[in-house]
């Protein structure tokens, strides 16, 4: 039976090797070219599958390019010190110390977490040497998934859209790692848990330079000002949940602005058009230290904090994340909190007690009802509560590279 996603975006760039990519039937097909896509791609060709990775964007890194340089949550346990190790070994732990090799303290802490301070281009670069000394790894940017064919319970034919044309390919074994689960949304309903609707706030990251470095309080002024702004019907209710990050560099910070998720496009253009520039008018009016601060930076888009979540195996939930429970032990180790963005209440918090972890099982990582589908990132097997803890980057890191595993050790035919 064929599934088809809705037609629409996008322009299509020129296929390099697709002879080479399409015939040679690949071992691993990833969608999405992310944070857990690219260490699915690293650990399936490691262990000597041909991989193939296709991603809307016209470049690779996800939210490693689009946080801006935001820090990296989610690669420590709940410490009252400063992590020496990460909680997961394998790549999370080669990625912090790659980014420990150009920054002499990366780390930062926010609240009762450690978090990873590091630039766009040093992320990347880890997973482009990765991804050279692996080999057998074949991407297409700035393609678009147009439908797939299911048969016997397995994905047999995936078509992209390329240069406005179909290209078929027929994957032995494909891992679900878009985030918005672009996959998913050629799947039957069955394959997807029942309530996928999100409700959690999305956002929007504003990149701002000039900014007089010896305010150290913007913190806390910022989102003060906005919530106080947004009680007073200035600007709209989810503004009022803003938070403010300063970045490594001097006199930069992120702004990072919370907005309902079903907004639609064009009020997304709407949003950046008008109400990006009336926050930044409003704070550089209330705070002296904004004054010549310009936005030098925003993300492509609307970020999702939760998209479509793939029917796994297992379906982690909140009692699981609360409750700091542990499987068989071969699962991903995660502190981070639940942290529910409300739409009425804005961010909501629950923390795990100091040195525990929750554990997310490999099957919220395999589909319940399509053999050769795998899930990682945002797009696990998880309620809503839960994969608010469980979709920080750096457990992406690990769940990416845990489904490759397990994609490159699944017995294809």
Known sequence: MLYGAPDGDGVYS?????????????????????????????????????????????????????GLGFPICGLFGMEDGPPKNTLNSGLAAEFYHHICEKQNNPLMRLGRVWICKYSPNEAVQFFESKIDKAGHIYSLKNSVLHSIEIENERIKVVQLLLRGALVSIRPKVVIECSGNGALLACCPDFSLLPDNKAKSLACVLIKLDQIETDDTMLPVRVPY???????EGIVPLSLGFTTYMPLEKPGQGVLKLSVLPDISLAEQNAFFEKIVNTVLDLLQQEIPSLARARI????????????????????????????????DGNGIKCAWP????????????HYLDKGEFFEIPLTCLMSKSIKNLFFSGRCISATEQAISAARVMGTCISLGEAAGILAANKDYE
Request: proline share 3%; charged share 20%; net charge positive.
């Open 338 to 349: 639940i942290e529910y963005w409300d739409p009425e209440k804005g961010p909501q918090y």
């Open 296 to 327: 030098i930076e925003k993300s492509s888009g609307l970020l999702q904090r939760v998209g479509l979540r793939g029917h796994g195996q297992y379906i982690l939930n909140k009692d699981d994340v609360l409750n700091a429970r542990k499987f």
């Open 225 to 231: 000002i906005l919530r106080k702004a947004s009680q």
């Open 14 to 66: 020129k296929i390099i090797n697709v002879y080479i990519i399409v015939n040679k039937r690949p071992d691993v097909l990833i969608v999405g070219g992310g944070v857990s896509g690219l260490a699915a791609a690293v650990s399936a060709a490691g262990i000597g599958c041909q991989v193939l990775l296709i991603e809307k964007e016209l470049q690779l890194g996800g939210m490693f390019c689009k």
